[in-house]
């Protein structure tokens, strides 16, 4: 079985490098993370890259707040820049921002816009496009999905050719937060940026968008950064089927594809013109509990449905080793500050029934939502649960949801459903984005007052000894009190012909390179 790797940030930059990010470190960051290993051959320009999809929708759309599938962030990344990237093996290299630094306190940063970055349409990159850019998530009136992260920005401003936050208070992993591929850096008119503009200053740009069908993209002649978008066309298609992905890869109408079926990936890693790509870091499946609604306004129940799931089963069956058992959190060992002491919640029947009847209850009976557009082989999972399930008294009915409008119709509007996490480069975004009480994406609608204190807390402060023990007790409450089931952790496991050719280490923050395989990958 494939296993997660060890802490992917700890290989990264030292906690110096995160407050003083510098060109230095970026032009390093680019010859040994992104640039060409010494095994690998030399990058070279042209062709047309098609890539098919798992994920994307008939409403998606240009706005950055509602960015939500790897199909709308891949095409985010592909036209539009970011302050701060994340680099393949998890560390900080400076993009529109040239360098940064922190006060003592990581309460105020100050980071520096590269010159000369131009946009699609003319114009170059601005401190107060990047303020502008920012403040569009922030404030009582935003509805983005990353205002919970931005919400410690307590002031953002231009100074020549610097912008300056000032946050709440401290925090260490700031140049992180501004890496989410919500905030990408636009253009601003009026102290505002249009919603409704593909404009960006990415490496390629849009020559049409149909939502949910395909994305066509040319690329940025004048693209900064020379060493990279190296093919001349990029198509983006919406495949949600699987094996219908498969076979455009096979028959070479597509050039590489995302979530392979993993149920046939040993007969299709025999094709002769196919390789399969898979890398370990922070994706995990999860089923999602509105803890607002009955029966999961209960903690026995909840705890009765952790127990009444078997995770190992799931890994070997759904993964098919590609993955490891998840606890109920979304923080694996790939995180600095995973917590490898929790007990670890295991398929335990009679402790299900105990806590069934802690509630109240002899039986229970649930319906679980579940579609392949959540994750693949999600109903099958659903299915697997139910017959675990079914031993502990619980007749848990699978609902096969429709993949087409999962996202919009299904989840956080169905009470119990499968959904799937790309991992957060770090704890604090992790817990912030879908734990955090309020948050747009905390699909369980929890709110635990400690565990809200802690997430503050932990963010500002600075002492690591103590910073990691907030996260495991962060860790531990979300676990047994938390409306999440986190089964398991799925490798990223995508397929590209002979032809595709890419860095020797690979993104496993997101599926494809960490979003940007458009960016750094190129034909053999």
């Known amino acids: 079985m494939k296993t997660l790797n060890q802490p992917l940030l700890q290989s990264g930059i030292s906690r110096r490098g995160v407050l003083m990010g510098t060109a230095a470190i970026g032009a390093t960051a680019f010859a040994g993370q992104f640039g060409v290993g010494p095994a690998a051959a030399q ?168 939502p949910g069908v395909i994305a066509e993209l040319t690329r940025n002649p004048n693209y900064w950064k020379t060493d990279r978008a190296h093919f001349d066309e990029v198509k983006m298609l919406t495949i949600l089927d699987a094996a219908a992905r498969q076979s455009a890869l096979m028959t070479g109408n597509v050039d590489a594809i995302d979530q392979v079926d993993l149920k046939t990936v040993s007969l299709f890693q025999r094709a002769p013109n196919v390789k399969i790509l898979s890398v370990t870091g922070t994706q995990h499946y999860t089923f999602a509990m509105d803890t607002r609604a009955a029966p999961f306004n209960d903690n026995n129940v909840r705890l009765a449905l952790k127990y009444a799931v078997d995770r190992q089963e799931l890994v070997d069956k759904i993964l098919f080793g590609y993955g490891a058992v998840g606890n109920d959190t979304p923080i694996s060992p790939s995180y600095r500050y995973y917590a490898d002491d929790i007990e ?64 919009s119709d299904v989840w956080m509007k169905k009470p119990f459903s499968a959904v799937y996490w790309g991992g957060r480069p770090t704890e604090d975004l992790a817990f912030t984005v879908a734990y955090a009480a309020g948050a747009p994406w905390n699909d369980t609608f929890w709110d635990n007052e400690r565990f809200n204190k ?58 494809l390179d960490g979003f940007r395989a458009i960016e750094r990958w190129w034909f053999a």
């Open 344 to 407: 670890q919640t295991s398929y335990d029947p009679d402790k299900s029934k105990f806590y069934l009847k802690q509630a109240g209850l002899d039986s229970l009976d649930v319906s679980l939502s579940a579609a392949d557009a959540a994750f693949g082989g999600a109903v099958d999972a659903a299915v697997l649960f139910s017959n675990s399930a079914a031993k502990a008294g619980i007749n848990l009915k699978p609902v096969r949801e429709s993949n087409d409008g999962y996202w």
């Open 454 to 511: 802690l997430l503050v807390e932990a963010r500002s402060q600075l002492d690591q000894a103590k910073r990691a023990e907030m996260y495991k007790e962060m860790q531990q409450i979300l676990r047994t009190e938390g409306g999440v089931i986190v089964p398991m952790f799925a490798s990223y496991v995508m397929a590209h012909t002979n032809s595709v050719a890419h860095p020797e280490v690979v993104g496993a923050n997101w599926t």
């Open 43 to 210: 990058p070279k320009k042209g062709g047309t890259f098609r890539v098919g999809m798992a994920g994307g929708n008939t409403n998606d759309n240009y706005d950055p707040g509602t960015w939500d599938n790897a199909y709308s962030q891949t095409f985010a990344t592909a036209r539009h820049g970011y302050l701060v990237e994340i680099g393949a093996d998890g560390s900080l290299v400076p993009e529109v921002a040239e360098s940064w630094e922190a006060s003592p306190d990581a309460k105020e940063w100050t980071f520096k816009i590269r010159p000369g970055v131009e946009y699609h349409e003319g114009g170059t990159v601005t401190a107060d496009d990047v303020v502008a850019s920012i403040n569009y998530h922030r404030g009582e009136k935003s509805t983005s999905a990353a205002k919970p992260i931005v919400a410690q920005i307590e002031d953002v401003k231009a100074n020549g050719d610097t912008v300056v936050f000032t946050l709440e208070a401290g925090n260490a992993d700031f140049p992180y937060v501004v890496s989410d591929y919500h905030l990408a850096i636009m253009p601003a008119k009026d102290g505002t940026i249009d919603t409704r503009s593909p404009n960006g200053c990415g490496p390629y740009k849009v020559v049409n968008y149909d």
